[in-house]
């Protein structure tokens, strides 16, 4: 969060000045990228990107604080999931296999990129227990950091309907996580 | 590749007690550090998309699997049959898919071609006819004066759909000049997209960012401004 120097950076974005938008990029980025690969897009780093030129040709229009500015980066970037999902019906893909991609692996990295892939590999699983609403509304309350009431205009859902996902969302993944129904148990070494 | 150092904090909401061990391990699986090579990439055309918003449009990154796609058509493998006629086999790289496309490579046009003076082809005899219409040749060939080969009888150029939808993000792909899926063109519909829509990106309609209907644009390409 740019907090105070919020409405500034704004400003410096909107002139195009780099560094304003650096620190935008960093701030946005991994909650964005995390969100959309939560929510199983193929290629997630490029939803974000394309998200990100969306904010720039409409920044002009944008009024209001840093959760509002945050609340609108998710609406689009739920409009790219959705789209992409249409597209992924209509034109299924495969992503690059990972272990073709772990050959690619620089030695120094590799205990980060294990550690990610387990980490990855232990909620993706899980995750697709969910509906696709509820693990909207999950991935946008604790990666987007969104409230409720922000949740339900991102997906465009009425408020206690998000409140209803949420709460069987997150039943469902305690359940698993914490009563030993999931099968990798290690899990509850990440909570 | 970054370090976890590189995470900015974690997020600032109020998770009450309950919510905050799903919310834990969501975020350490989800929330990754950024790519320093990507983000320079990206900041840098952001930034100069800022500063020229009405062709944002023009800025728009290549996408990873764009550019992979293009690998995969590069590896393009003709075979050939037929007079000038082959089947061109595309893996367009995302789906492992192989499309099959006629690879449309014109007959030459003889209509207008100047017969040569110095050189008149023989007079067609009955049984030249006859050999081309598949029966036996009949005629003994002088081994002095050898007969003209005839030349192979030219074949038609296929005949292209006239109308074929291009650019439609439902069941018809677009198609570029060579006859492959151009993905390009659905894209640069969804580029034309209405971020502050409530509605998502509706892809069907897809114009060129100029205005120009595509499936002008593919016409002319293909078979010339009418």
Redesign the interface.
């Known amino acids: 969060m740019l907090n105070d120097m919020f409405a500034e950076v704004l400003t410096a974005a909107r002139r195009g000045d780099e560094h304003a938008w650096r620190q935008l990029y960093y701030d946005l980025t991994p909650q964005l990228t995390g969100y959309l690969a939560g929510s199983g897009a193929v290629s997630a780093e490029d939803v974000a990107s394309d998200t990100l030129l969306h904010v720039v040709r409409d920044l002009h229009r944008f009024e209001g604080d840093e959760m509002a500015f945050r609340s609108w980066v998710f609406t689009i970037a739920h409009h790219r999931l959705i789209d992409q999902r249409r597209k992924d019906k209509v034109r299924p893909s495969d992503a690059t296999e990972r272990d073709t991609l772990e050959r690619h692996i620089r030695p120094d990295s590799m205990d980060a990129e294990l550690a990610e892939r387990f980490a990855l590999d232990t909620v993706m699983p899980l995750l697709d227990l969910c509906t696709d609403s509820q693990r909207d509304v999950l991935l946008l309350r604790y990666i987007a950091d969104v409230s409720l009431h922000e949740v339900a205009e991102i997906i465009g859902k009425d408020y206690n309907t998000v409140k209803a996902l949420h709460r069987r969302g997150l039943d469902l993944l305690r359940s698993k996580l914490f009563t030993g129904a999931y099968p990798n148990s290690q899990t509850e070494t990440l909570s | ?4 150092s590189d ?2 904090p974690p ?3 109020n ?1 009450p007690g ?2 905050a ?15 320093e090579i ?2 320079a990439r ?12 009405a062709n ?1 449009t023009a ?3 290549r ?3 764009t550019m992979q796609r293009v690998a995969a058509a590069a590896a393009v493998v003709v075979v050939a049959s037929g007079a000038g006629f082959g089947v061109a086999q595309f893996g367009d790289g ?3 898919r192989i499309v099959n496309e006629p690879l449309a490579i014109e007959a030459p046009d003889t209509a207008n071609d100047t017969p040569s003076t110095s050189t008149p082809a023989p007079p067609a005899t009955q049984d030249d006819a006859a050999q081309d219409a598949g029966a036996p040749d009949t005629n003994t060939p002088s081994l002095s004066t050898p007969a003209p080969t005839p030349a192979p009888a030219p074949v038609p150029a296929p005949t292209p759909a006239p109308d074929a939808p291009v650019g439609d ?3 018809a ?1 677009a198609i570029d000049d060579f006859g492959r899926n151009d993905q390009t063109a ?1 894209d640069t519909a ?2 034309t ?9 509706d ?1 069907d309609d897809a114009v060129d960012t100029d205005g120009t209907d595509p499936r002008e644009l593919l016409r002319e390409r293909r078979f010339g401004a009418s």
């Not at chain 2, 061990?21 to 790519?35: N, T």
């Open positions: 590749m970054n370090s976890r995470l900015p997020p600032q909401g998770l309950a919510d061990d799903v919310a834990a391990l969501l975020q350490a699986a989800l929330i990754r550090p950024v790519d990507r983000a990206d900041i840098a055309v952001l930034a100069a998309a800022a500063k020229d918003t944002v800025f728009v990154p996408r990873e699997r995302s789906d492992g993000a439902g069941d792909e659905n969804d580029e997209c209405d971020a502050e829509s409530t509605e998502p990106c892809t």
